[in-house]
């Protein structure tokens, strides 16, 4: 069974940081591309980075370039958004996915992804 668990969720005042983490198990984690996204109540999910199998490519969408950053640890399964510089607009629910697909980053790259593997999420919240 694949699983995705999301955690570091949580309050933050504007301008603050925050890291999240999500564990992945029961799948071959270093060879798929994983990524981050968001949804907020109302609005549709958005992306919001993505990073390839052995880590040394990122996509950052325009929304938080520069001020998120994501990492994954290949040995201990884990991927990572280190948040930065927050603003209430941040706030959302945080999911990450997996894309465990063949050439999941040239699809990637080519504004195809195609996630199917995805975490319940973990809330962020933004305000003073």
């Known amino acids: 069974e694949v699983q995705l668990v999301e955690s570091g969720g949580g309050l933050v005042q504007p301008g603050g940081s925050l890291r999240l983490s999500c564990a992945a198990s029961?799948?071959?984690?270093?060879?798929?591309?994983m990524g981050w996204f968001r949804q907020a109540p109302g609005k549709e999910r958005e992306g919001v980075a993505i990073?390839?199998?052995?880590?040394?490519?990122?996509y950052y969408y325009d929304s938080v370039k520069g001020r998120f950053t994501i990492s994954r640890d290949n040995a201990k399964n884990t991927l990572y958004l280190q948040m930065s510089s927050l603003k209430p607009e941040d706030t959302a629910m945080y999911y990450c996915?997996?894309?465990?697909?063949?050439?999941?980053?040239?699809?990637?790259?080519?504004?195809?992804?195609?996630?199917?593997?995805w975490g319940q999420g973990t809330q962020v919240t933004v305000s003073s």
């Open positions: 029961g799948y071959i984690y270093s060879s798929s591309c």
């Open positions: 996915a997996a894309d465990s697909h063949f050439n999941c980053w040239v699809k990637a790259r080519l504004g195809l992804p195609d996630f199917n593997y």
């Open positions: 990073i390839s199998p052995g880590g040394s490519s990122t």
